[in-house]
T-cell receptor, first 118, second 112 residues
Framework: GAVVSQHPSRVICKSGTSVKIECRSL??????MFWYRQFPKQSLMLMAT?????????EQGVEKDKFLINHASLTLSTLTVTSAHPEDSSFYIC??????????????FGPGTRLLVL | GENVEQHPSTLSVQEGDSAVIKCTYS??????FPWYKQELGKGPQLIID?????GEKKDQRIAVTLNKTAKHFSLHITETQPEDSAVYFC???????????FGTGTKLQVIP
């Protein structure tokens, strides 16, 4: 099946620093990737949709200057949390859409990245 | 926009019993309904999905039913095993390249 990886799996950083999270589709090309945030015992909250070669589309309430998304290739999207603060601590999960699976709607998720900002 | 409600929020069953999780959606344009299983500290894993041109789909111990008229769909797990313990999310989407809206999740505990 389709495999999506994320790196790092967990990261601890100091307040004010920036953190980059990578999301890769390992065995398929993903024209669209998604970034989600998940708080403990809650559902997934879509942050933005990342399209290869174009600007990301952010959901309402998500600061695009704080959460920088780059989708430079068909297998890699990155999320950079800039000037991180303790309230940014969360579980960040990416997903990638396999255009060849079913009718192209199927999303495959990465294992997630646990971010802790001190 | 789409609103997906999911019940129950927690569910405990004895090993070997069946578990049923129900979801409702609001947008009649939705026609793709995936189900995900999320284990603690991991990303969601797609376990089954159904499209609106099908009323039921089965994969071994897992089945999903869809009532498009009533706008609800359900996940059925038979002969539950301890490894089925996880959080399950339903979701709905108009399909194509449009975004998926997730339910609030159901924590399933299978008691040995």
């Amino acid at each position: 099946g389709a495999v999506v990886s994320q790196h790092p799996s967990r990261v601890i950083c100091k307040s004010g620093t920036s953190v980059k999270i990578e999301c890769r589709s390992l065995d398929f090309q993903a024209t669209t990737m998604f970034w989600y945030r998940q708080f403990p015992k809650q559902s997934l909250m879509l942050m933005a949709t990342s399209n290869e070669g174009s600007k990301a589309t952010y959901e309402q309430g998500v600061e695009k200057d704080k959460f920088l998304i780059n989708h430079a290739s068909l297998t890699l999207s990155t999320l950079t949390v800039t000037s991180a603060h303790p309230e940014d601590s969360s579980f960040y999960i990416c997903s990638a859409r396999d255009p060849l699976a079913g009718r192209g709607e199927t999303q495959y998720f990465g294992p997630g990245t646990r971010l802790l900002v001190l | 926009g789409e609103n997906v409600e999911q019940h129950p929020s927690t569910l405990s069953v004895q090993e070997g019993d069946s578990a049923v999780i129900k979801c409702t959606y609001s947008d009649s344009a939705s026609n793709y309904f995936p189900w995900y299983k999320q284990e603690l500290g991991k990303g969601p894993q797609l376990i089954i999905d159904i499209r609106s041109n099908v009323g039921e789909k089965k994969d071994q111990r897992i089945a999903v039913t869809l009532n498009k008229t009533a706008k609800h769909f359900s996940l059925h797990i038979t002969e539950t095993q301890p490894e089925d313990s996880a959080v399950y999310f339903c979701a709905a989407s108009p399909g194509g390249y449009q975004k998926v809206t997730f339910g609030t999740g159901t924590k399933l505990q299978v008691i040995p």
